[in-house]
């Protein structure tokens, strides 16, 4: 079985331009979360879907970030316009339900450089 | 507001020792408490969940408990070996929708 799936790795852009991150989750996982981490972090809740319905996305910077996920499956997250503090690792993860006891899955990250 | 609190300088153990590692919490009242392993630049991986009203999880070498008075988690590597080396992370959520809320993680190294 596939896992959570995520592109780019990398990415290096330069402040104040756009830039967006796809993920693709497992397979019947209806709930999928993006995180982002800092080094020496933990992953912090940026949005967490339930199917197409953002349920909690109170972390969410929304003056310049934004999310997506259409149909329920596929999830993209873009930055615009990308800031020097927003150079992190951007994690995909996704879960059966939102249960608090539910394993997540997690993908291998999209490490963001602003320059 | 609520805390987890995890080891911040790294743990140095001896292959074949056990290894302890602790995560405190403050403001909050979990329902569950996971726990995942990070390597360099891959995501988390799920290890264990230990609910409210669980003492004491094992998996293979791996055992958790899980103090709701002294609001801590135990996180136990027995026979300890180089692969086991990465970070661990814990992870808080309050039950029903509630969401995960990560620590910062311990840097477990074992030296063979």
């Known amino acids: 079985e596939a896992g959570v799936v995520q592109s780019p790795r990398y990415k290096i852009i330069e402040k104040k331009q756009p830039v967006a991150f796809w993920c693709n989750p497992i397979s019947g996982h209806n709930t999928l979360y993006w995180y982002l981490q800092n080094l020496g972090q933990g992953p912090e809740l940026l949005i967490r879907y339930e199917n197409e319905e953002a349920v909690d996305d109170s972390q969410l910077p929304k003056d310049r970030f934004s999310a997506e996920r259409l149909k329920g499956v596929d999830s993209t997250l873009k930055i615009q316009p990308a800031e020097l503090g927003d150079s992190a690792v951007y994690l995909c993860?996704?879960?059966?339900?939102?249960?608090?006891?539910?394993?997540?899955?997690f993908g291998p990250g999209t490490r963001l450089t602003v320059l | 507001s609520q805390k987890i609190e995890q080891n911040s300088e790294a743990l140095n153990i001896q292959e074949g020792k056990t290894a302890t590692l602790t995560c405190n919490y403050t403001n909050y009242s979990p329902a569950y408490l996971q726990w995942y392993r990070q390597d360099p630049g891959r995501g988390p991986v799920f290890l264990l969940l230990?609910?409210?009203?669980?003492k004491e999880k094992r998996k293979e070498r791996l055992k958790v408990t899980f103090d709701t008075t002294l609001k801590q988690s135990l996180f136990h590597i027995t026979a300890s070996q180089p692969a086991d080396s990465a970070t661990y992370l814990c992870?808080?959520?309050?039950?029903?929708?509630?969401?995960?809320?990560f620590g910062k993680g311990t840097h477990l190294i074992i030296q063979p």
């Open positions: 992870a808080l959520s309050g039950g029903g929708a509630d969401g995960l809320t």
């Open positions: 993860a996704s879960s059966l339900d939102q249960r608090g006891a539910a394993e997540q899955f």
């Open positions: 230990i609910r409210e009203n669980e």
